[in-house]
């Protein structure tokens, strides 16, 4: 059995010997690395491992591969709706999230009782609560069939504990996308 630390240093192995051949850009969506190399968040490996283990397990399904403009619009279309679904209290504090497939930072923030939904930012700064998310967990709590509680036991969504308003942003996101109970009648 392969351990997380075995494939750990297979993929910086991978990494380090594909790096020079491979074109910087802005996000994974180009096919590049971006500037430099390294992780986008101290915990978007660990998201990462957890979607590869919710895809291998089947929890996940993978998304259709779309060229890069079509790739840019779902997630950004993932994310608006992400904020669309979190309530809008004045008291909130901004939230940048990093899609850990992209590599993008993108930055809700609460303006006039509406989140402003701000692509392609720049990551979180020191007054934003940070969420770190698989995009295949955004899609799945969009339909229903993932729970926020759900997303957050199986680690494909994590709210970083660095930064303020953390319990804040899971309560937020608990609201937004509750468990589903059943309505089944026993018999």
Same mark, same amino acid.
């Given at each position: 059995?392969?351990?997380?630390?075995?494939?750990?240093?297979?993929?910086?192995?991978?990494?380090?010997?594909?790096?020079?051949?491979?074109?910087?850009?802005?996000?994974?969506?180009?096919?590049?690395?971006?500037?430099?190399?390294?992780?986008?968040?101290?915990?978007?490996?660990?998201?990462?491992?957890?979607?590869?283990?919710?895809?291998?397990?089947?929890?996940? $399904?993978?998304?259709? #591969?779309? *060229?890069?403009? =079509?790739?840019?619009?779902? %997630?950004?279309?993932?994310?608006? /709706?992400? +904020?669309?679904?979190?309530?809008?209290?004045?008291?909130?504090?901004?939230?940048?999230?990093?899609?850990?497939?992209?590599?993008?930072?993108?930055?809700?923030?609460?303006?006039?009782?509406?989140?402003?939904?701000?692509?392609?930012?720049?990551?979180?700064?020191?007054?934003? $609560?940070?969420?770190? #998310?698989? *995009?295949?967990? =955004?899609?799945?709590?969009? %339909?229903?069939?993932?729970?926020? /509680?759900? +997303?957050?036991?199986?680690?494909?969504?994590?709210?970083?504990?660095?930064?303020?308003?953390?319990?804040?942003?899971?309560?937020?996101?608990?609201?937004?996308?509750?468990?589903?109970?059943?309505?089944?009648?026993?018999?």
């Amino acid at each position: 059995m392969t351990t997380r630390s075995t494939r750990l240093a297979g993929f910086v192995l991978a990494f380090a010997v594909m790096a020079p051949s491979l074109p910087a850009a802005a996000c994974g969506l180009e096919g590049g690395m971006g500037d430099s190399f390294g992780a986008a968040h101290p915990g978007s490996l660990e998201v990462a491992f957890a979607a590869r283990d919710a895809l291998d397990a089947g929890v996940l $399904a993978p998304d259709a #591969a779309l *060229e890069s403009t =079509l790739g840019h619009d779902r %997630s950004d279309d993932r994310l608006r /709706t992400l +904020a669309a679904r979190l309530p809008a209290r004045k008291s909130a504090a901004p939230i940048a999230v990093l899609l850990i497939e992209t590599g993008t930072w993108t930055r809700i923030t609460p303006k006039a009782g509406v989140l402003v939904v701000t692509e392609h930012a720049e990551g979180p700064k020191a007054q934003d $609560a940070t969420l770190i #998310a698989s *995009e295949l967990a =955004l899609r799945d709590l969009a %339909s229903g069939r993932m729970s926020a /509680t759900e +997303a957050l036991a199986r680690r494909v969504v994590v709210v970083s504990s660095d930064g303020c308003c953390r319990d804040q942003l899971v309560a937020a996101l608990k609201l937004a996308y509750p468990t589903r109970s059943s309505t089944v009648a026993l018999d």
